[in-house]
């Protein structure tokens, strides 16, 4: 077999302002989060809700979206470190002996994310009083197109990288090694902007038709997601030493009770109201 493997020693950096940098992985985060939201916008519009609806569920989305993934990250990946560095878990800062040094927000958790929604998603009901279920169905939807832009931002950035790999299609990732690797990034990216698509077509041709109720494409969408995550970690190298001696890494642990969840929120909104004990 001939390879042709793809040498990949793009840095990220778009370039730099003063102590500032400027890079791919933070225009591709904001761009995933703006169309994402321009999707769920039109949604929220076309289920009845305002303008004002919207703007009072992206605050609490963004506050709590952030919050998630950053808590995540650190609780369950790196609390070693940041038991003891506390206020660097919220602060873009890491303190060295010189001073405090600019360094952005390192590590960001989806999980916790995901979390982090469905607490914006109750409190936004808590506030309105507006259907919670149609909007984790148009959340969960629009979350994909998300993902698919975060996971472009990690293949910037050469991070989250594969296993090493034979297929003539391997990413050698310079800053890394010079081994060829699956381009674990790529394939998670393309899975989730397939996922958007499959799943808003069909919102959009079915909405609540037949025997899906509210919250049925939520479940679907958070069961398939959660699958695939499982799945793709396989050919992922682990993002930290300590998940060596496990069975299951943290990102495979973690997916599993999105999956039951998601699956069991699925079942219950397509069976019939009569079937259901």
């Known amino acids: 077999m001939l390879n042709l493997y793809i040498i990949w020693d793009f840095s990220g950096k778009l ?18 989060l703006a169309l994402s939201g321009m999707w769920v ?5 076309e289920e009845g809700m305002t303008e004002k609806d919207f703007e009072i569920f992206m605050i609490w989305g963004f506050v709590c979206m952030f919050l998630g993934c950053r808590l995540g990250h650190c609780f369950f990946y790196q609390w070693g470190y940041y038991s003891k560095h506390l206020l660097e878990i919220l602060l873009p800062f890491k303190i060295t002996a010189e001073g405090w040094r600019f360094i952005g927000y390192r590590g960001l958790a989806s999980h916790g994310g995901a979390v982090g929604m469905f607490v914006a998603e109750m409190i936004f009901w808590w506030r309105t009083r507006l259907d919670v279920w149609k ?6 939807i629009g979350a994909c197109l998300a993902g698919g832009f975060i996971r472009l931002g990690n293949l910037m950035n050469s991070e989250i990288v594969g296993l090493p790999t034979d297929l003539p299609w391997g990413f050698v990732f310079t800053a890394v090694d010079d081994v060829p690797r699956h381009p674990a990034q790529l394939y998670e990216s393309l ?5 958007f698509g499959v799943a808003a077509w069909l919102y959009g041709k079915f909405r609540y038709k037949g025997k899906i109720r509210a919250g049925g494409y939520f479940g679907a969408v958070v069961s398939v997601m959660f699958t695939f995550r499982i799945l793709i970690e396989k050919v992922k190298e682990v993002q930290e030493s300590f998940e ?20 069991v929120i699925f079942l219950l909104k397509i069976l019939p109201k009569k079937e259901r004990k």
Not at 191 to 195: A, I, S, W
């Open 15 to 32: 370039g730099e302002i003063e102590d500032f940098s400027v890079n791919c992985y933070g225009l591709l985060f904001a761009a995933g």
């Open 41 to 45: 916008y039109r949604k929220f519009l």
């Open 135 to 140: 909007v984790m169905d148009i959340v969960a």
């Open 191 to 195: 899975f989730y902007f397939v996922e």
């Open 244 to 263: 060596n001696e496990m069975v299951l890494d943290m990102g495979q642990i973690l997916s599993i009770p999105f999956i039951i969840v998601g699956a």
